[in-house]
């Protein structure tokens, strides 16, 4: 072992994982008996008792150990919570002189929606006194709803991160009640026709690349008609982000560009945590899982890096647990994971109305969220044939 490599070992000691005092002891005894000699007696020893704690280490306090750097499990036991518990963990609806010092002020909400409404072609629209809200999306503290009409479900709406000013949401409630005749157009024209002639998805949103286009038939119940939405998402590492998020629904007339909605989706919860499992490891992982749950053989598996957040998916499908009044609460944390999807031959006379949790364990095409750093399920999904 060279000095370098020692050098990283004593790093990774010092470092905040909860060994045993004896455990640190004896590596420490052991490395100053290291210093300054050579026998190879000495070093096996050390090799030893160091592989003899790391291991030691996984099982007892739960960690992975990857090369020289332990990564600690992310996965932790969901807290049973009831409904009155939940409630009484969230802040105050109102919101204090204090807090409101760390916002923006109506005015300033006021013009932020002024100009974001200019933006996309709207004058002469006039606002009605923004409400300061508290939010409890977990993304920011409060926002500012900004309304054209007193009703909500008329008029326009907008609200606005009282943080820092950002335009989360905007809807244009009229626009469903109008006799709106969209062009027939291909994805590619109204891709195209968005980005010319909406300049924020260039300037505000610069960072989100295209993620994808679709088609939402009759949008506009009174015409039949259809409009696109269209979602541009940030990218870590060429994986993006579903979880942080601009999407546009818009209508194209007479090749113009009529903005229905648009919404603003962040994340302040992503770890971008390191890829350390490779995507055979991750493979092997479920196939493990998925020979506890049923005999049936795997038709097809497959796996694409991505990011999401952790869920309870599996957790419920291996605890018979009756919840009755109570709900399962964990981290809201979104992870760089293994989306490792199982497929086995459908079944024809299952009913679906009848998917207990022993039926989807044996029957149902599954994915799973794979850490990627530390190799734990972290959620997942039943999936479709």
């Given amino acids: 072992m060279s000095l370098y490599d020692e050098e990283k070992v004593k790093k990774i000691i010092k470092s905040d994982v909860n060994l045993p005092l004896s455990y640190r002891n004896m590596i420490r005894k052991t490395l100053k008996q290291c ?82 409404l200019k933006n996309i072609g709207y004058t002469n629209i006039k606002l009605i006194i923004p409400e300061l809200k508290r939010s409890y999306d977990n993304q920011t503290s409060a926002y500012y709803m900004i309304r054209t009409d007193e009703s909500y479900n008329k008029g326009i709406i907008i609200t606005v991160n009282a943080e820092n000013g950002k335009v989360t949401h905007f809807e244009d409630m009229d626009l469903k ?45 009174k015409s039949n008609t259809s409009a696109w939405y269209i979602k ?28 229905c909605s648009l919404g603003l989706k962040e994340d302040n919860t992503f770890q971008n945590n390191e890829v350390i499992i490779t995507e055979e490891e991750a493979k092997s992982i479920c196939e493990e899982k998925e020979k506890e749950y049923t005999n049936e053989d795997i038709v097809n598996i497959y796996a694409e890096l991505g990011i999401e957040k952790m869920n309870t998916f599996f957790y419920d499908l291996d605890n018979n647990e009756d ?63």
């Fill in 177 to 221: 009640n109008e006799n709106i005749n969209a062009d027939n157009i291909t994805e590619d024209e109204a891709k195209k026709i968005l980005e010319d002639n909406l300049s924020i998805v260039k300037e505000d949103y610069s960072d989100y690349e295209f993620f994808e286009i679709t088609k939402i038939n009759n949008y506009i119940s």
């Fill in 232 to 259: 541009y998402c940030k990218k870590y590492n060429d994986v993006f982000n579903p979880n942080e998020m601009f999407g546009v629904i818009f209508i194209v007339q007479n090749q113009k560009l009529v903005v």
């Fill in 323 to 385: 919840l009755k009044d109570k709900f399962l609460q964990i981290p809201d944390i979104s992870r760089n994971v293994w989306k490792v999807t199982i497929m086995h031959n459908k079944k024809e006379d299952l009913n679906i109305y009848e998917s207990t949790k022993e039926l989807i364990k044996q029957y149902s095409n599954k994915c799973y969220y794979i850490d990627a750093t530390t190799g734990e399920i972290i959620g997942g999904k039943e999936v479709e044939n």
């Fill in 35 to 116: 210093e300054g000699r050579e026998e190879e007696h000495l070093k096996i020893k050390f090799t030893r008792i160091l592989a003899s704690c790391c291991i030691a280490t996984i099982l007892i306090f739960g960690v992975v150990y990857a090369g020289y750097t332990i990564y600690e499990k992310v996965w932790k036991e969901p807290k049973k919570v009831t409904y009155e518990e939940m409630i009484n963990e969230l802040p105050n609806e109102k919101i204090d002189e204090e807090e409101k010092r760390n916002y923006i002020t109506e005015e300033e909400a006021k013009q932020k929606a002024e100009d974001f």
